[in-house]
Each structure stands twice: as C-alpha cells, then as structure tokens.
C-alpha cells in the first residue's frame, strides 16, 4: 500500500463566500490544519501534577503519623501545607492547559475536528461546523478561537496549512472586506 500525496483544491463556503484553499491530501488521511508542538510536554506536566496530588494525599498522612509525634492541631498543618500545595499546583496546570489544542483537522468540509486532552489526559475529539467558529476581535487569556462559546487555544506557529486555516477560522474573509 503506497501513500500518494496530491494537491487538491478545496472549496469552502463559510460565513457567505466561498474560499479556496490548496491542500494537500493524503490518500487516507484529511488534511491537518494545526498540530500542537507542545503536545508531549503538557501532556507529562499534567500527568506530573496529577500523580504528585495522589501521591500527596495517600503518604502525606502516614508519614505525619508514623514519623511525627504531633497533636491534632500539628498533624492537620503538616497533612494539610503540601496537600493544599499540590492541589492548587495541579488546578493551575489543569486552568492554563484546559483550552490547548493538540490538534485539528477538517474532516469534510461541513467539519472540523479539534483533540484536545481531559481531565486524565486522554484525547477526546470535538466534532465541530467550521461556520461556528469565531475568532474575537479582542482575544482573551489563553484564547485564539471560540466554538458556541468555548474558548480554545493554538500556537499561531504550528499552524500546518495556512490557507486553510485562514478559510475556516474567517481571517481570509476579514482581509478582503478590509481591503
């Protein structure tokens, strides 16, 4: 079996006009518009973080208990410092990495699904319209697009096809009616 990569053009009609992009296809494979390059390395902090608040939880408590020799109040402050360490770290790293994108691709063109990871870091994919997705004018925090109000997040750089990635986002319809 042999993979054949040919350019196609692809015609989309988004938001009213028709935009078309060159893509390049693999035989059995839609074109990527984005994959994330960070992917690996939130995917081990994550699990990092998570694994530390287990792992705080469970021995935490036992080594206060056998190794210390400590009141009620004492014991609830050596327990409760890094528990609560740990689960604020863990929130913060779930909070910043919540919206990344791992990686999107256009199934059809009536849609475009994005990966991202869970809570236990596993890949779930959202199946969206191209037409529902929006880029703000003033993006927020950790945002480059939203879909029905959901924000997400991309690294501008990794994006693989530009062309396509103007034509669903609506960037290549805000350039021509500025022009």
Not at 4 to 16: E, M, V
Not at 27 to 35: A, C, G, I, L, R
Not at 100 to 115: A, H, Q, S
Not at 148 to 172: H, P, Q, W
Request: hydrophobic share 40%; charged share 20%.
């Amino acid at each position: 079996m042999s993979l054949q990569l040919s350019s196609r053009l692809l015609h989309l009609s988004l938001r009213g006009i028709t935009c078309e992009a060159t893509t390049r296809w693999l035989s059995t494979q839609p074109p990527t518009v984005y994959k994330g390059q960070i992917t690996p390395r939130i995917r081990r902090t994550r699990i990092i973080s998570l694994t530390s608040s287990a792992a705080t939880t469970i021995f935490a408590p036992l080594i206060a208990a056998k190794k210390l020799h400590l009141t009620t109040i004492w014991f609830a402050v050596a327990c409760g410092t890094p528990m609560t360490l740990t689960y604020m770290y863990t929130a913060v790293v779930f909070f910043m990495t919540r919206t990344y994108v791992i990686e999107m691709f256009l199934k059809n063109p009536d849609t475009l699904v994005i990966k991202k990871y869970n809570f236990f870091c596993k890949q779930v994919s959202q199946e969206v319209d191209p037409k529902d997705v929006e880029v703000p004018v003033n993006v927020g925090l950790l945002e480059s697009f939203r879909v029905k109000g959901e924000s997400f997040m991309i690294d501008d750089n990794a994006i693989t096809d530009r062309d396509l990635y103007e034509c669903v986002s609506g960037f290549r319809h805000k350039k021509e009616s500025e022009t």
